[in-house]
Nanobody
């Protein structure tokens, strides 16, 4: 599966952005993770299909929304009220194996393919 992440950039604190992850095939689940310099990779959000069960990381809960355009095989991550601590490289990750359970959705090893990452920088 090929994943193309885009939409990163420089955003002022309090602003919003929408990241996109275009997939080459239909997916069973897709997640967003992020990694800031010197920090471990952090789970951001994930959704599985067809039931559309969605999980958000604690640090973005209430500020992030994941959605999908089926026609484009593209998954979006919208974030509002951005903070400087949201600065990171954001990666999308796809699961093509069937049967992901809820407890796996925030775990990076549950995903089979990864996009190249897109940088998000939030400044004051």
């Amino acid at each position: 599966v090929q994943l193309q992440a885009s939409g990163g950039g420089f955003v002022q604190a309090g602003g919003s952005l929408r990241l996109s992850c275009a997939a080459s095939v239909s997916l069973n689940a897709l997640a967003w993770f992020r990694q800031a310099p010197g920090k471990e990779r952090e789970f951001v959000a994930a959704r599985r299909w067809p039931d559309r069960y969605t999980v958000y990381g604690d640090s973005v809960k209430g500020r992030a929304t994941i959605s999908r355009d089926n026609a484009k095989n593209t998954v979006y991550l919208e974030m509002i009220s951005l903070k400087p601590e949201d600065t990171a490289v954001y990666y999308c990750a796809a699961r093509t194996r069937r049967g992901i359970i809820v407890s796996q959705m925030a775990v990076d090893t549950a995903y089979d393919d990864w996009g190249q990452g897109t940088q998000v920088t939030v400044f004051q």
